[in-house]
């Protein structure tokens, strides 16, 4: 079993930053990504971002690249996500995966608690 714990989510202005991080513990060795996926309200759950175990390959929606960074610091088991110039459709509750480097819900096995991100216009 792998434990995830996010945080750094909250209220901020449009062309604000915030930075999500999110925790690791348990089976993490068997895991080869951590992603970041999102789901605003009505919406279907939908991918942000994902790095793989070595952190040297990321892959980005298109909604997001050249805003959100995701990186990785595997000697504290963490996963991070960097959100600049954030605009209102950014808002919904932000998901930290463990399981198959993959764009790819059904490839995740874990899943945190998630975090709400807010902008306001």
């Known amino acids: 079993q792998v434990q995830l714990v996010e945080s750094g989510g909250g209220l901020v202005q449009a062309g604000g930053s915030l930075r999500l991080s999110c925790e690791a513990s348990?089976?993490?060795?068997?895991?080869?990504?951590l992603g970041w996926f999102r789901q605003g309200s009505g919406k279907d759950r939908e991918f942000v971002a994902t790095?793989?175990?070595?952190?040297?390959?990321?892959h980005y929606a298109d909604s997001v690249k050249g805003r959100f960074t995701i990186s990785r610091d595997n000697a504290k088991n963490t996963v991070f996500l960097q959100m600049n110039d954030l605009k209102p459709v950014d808002t919904a509750v932000y998901f930290c995966?463990?399981?198959?480097?993959?764009?790819?819900?059904?490839?995740?096995?874990?899943w945190g608690q998630g975090t709400q991100v807010t902008v306001s216009s």
């Open positions: 790095i793989n175990r070595s952190g040297f390959s990321t």
């Open positions: 995966a463990a399981g198959t480097y993959s764009r790819l819900a059904r490839n995740y096995n874990f």
């Open positions: 348990g089976r993490t060795f068997n895991t080869t990504g």
